[in-house]
Nanobody, 125 residues
Framework: QLQLVESGGGLVQPGGSLRLSCAVS????????IGWFRQAPGKEREVVSC????????NYADSMKGRFTISRDNARNTVYLQMNKLKFEDTAVYYC??????????????????WGQGTQVTVSS
């Protein structure tokens, strides 16, 4: 059974950092593009970042560029989201998602079929 489990969320002060992890099981990560999304209270879910299955292609939503870094370790079946310079508006539940792709260079900002349960990130002073 394909499963994604996020971890690493928590409470952090503005300007601080967190690293989220997305551990996958039930499938071989090598064949899947991965995305990170978030949903703040009262708002629609939005894309944060994506990474191709070989890790060479990444993309970020404009508000995350320069602050967030996505990476993956296929040997450990884990994808990471390093978040620096966190702002109040980064408060949200963060989700990772997976989709099998046929090409190494595909980085999907939408269209994911498999989702984790999410991890809460709260930025507060």
């Amino acid at each position: 059974q394909l499963q994604l489990v996020e971890s690493g969320g928590g409470l952090v002060q503005p300007g601080g950092s967190l690293r989220l992890s997305c551990a996958v099981s039930g499938f071989t990560l090598d064949y899947y593009a991965i995305g990170w999304f978030r949903q703040a209270p009262g708002k629609e879910r939005e894309v944060v970042s994506c990474i191709s299955r070989d890790g060479d292609v990444t993309n970020y939503a404009d508000s995350m560029k320069g602050r967030f870094t996505i990476s993956r370790d296929n040997a450990r079946n884990t994808v990471y989201l390093q978040m620096n310079k966190l702002k109040f508006e980064d408060t949200a539940v963060y989700y990772c998602a997976a989709e099998r792709v046929s090409s190494d260079v595909v980085c999907l900002m939408y269209g994911y079929g498999y989702w984790g349960q999410g991890t809460q990130v709260t930025v507060s002073s």
